[in-house]
């Protein structure tokens, strides 16, 4: 079954850093870009970053120059280090794959993790 964990949230002062650890499981996901997402309550979920199955990287302009997406692709692990945090970027962060409606993963969504920033 296909599984996503999400740890390494928190609460930081504007400016301040967090890094966001991701296992996934269950499947090889090498056809398929791992992702982080982020949602507001009230919004929709949006997609923050990209690490592809061709071993580049896409970010939302929002974060570009401040978060640093990387990939372990032997061992199904995708990172999120968030520097420079603004208080916009508070929101819980998920993983998944990069498109879950088309790749058939939108009912595979974890519990994700609450990164707060606040002064």
């Known amino acids: 079954q296909v599984q996503f964990v999400e740890s390494g949230g928190g609460f930081v002062q504007p400016g301040g850093s967090l890094n966001l650890s991701c296992v996934a499981s269950g499947s090889s996901f090498s056809l398929y870009g791992l992702a982080w997402h982020r949602q507001v309550p009230g919004k929709q979920r949006e997609l923050v970053a990209v690490?592809?199955?061709?071993?580049?990287?896409e970010y939302a302009d929002s974060v570009k120059g401040r978060f640093t997406i990387s990939r372990d692709y032997a061992k199904n692990t995708v990172d999120l280090q968030m520097t420079n945090l603004k208080p916009e970027d508070t929101a819980v962060y998920y993983c998944?794959?990069?498109?879950?409606?088309?790749?058939?993963?939108?009912?595979?969504w974890g519990q994700g993790t609450q990164v707060t920033v606040s002064a």
């Open positions: 998944n794959v990069d498109d879950p409606p088309r790749w058939g993963a939108d009912g595979y």
């Open positions: 690490a592809t199955n061709r071993h580049t990287t």
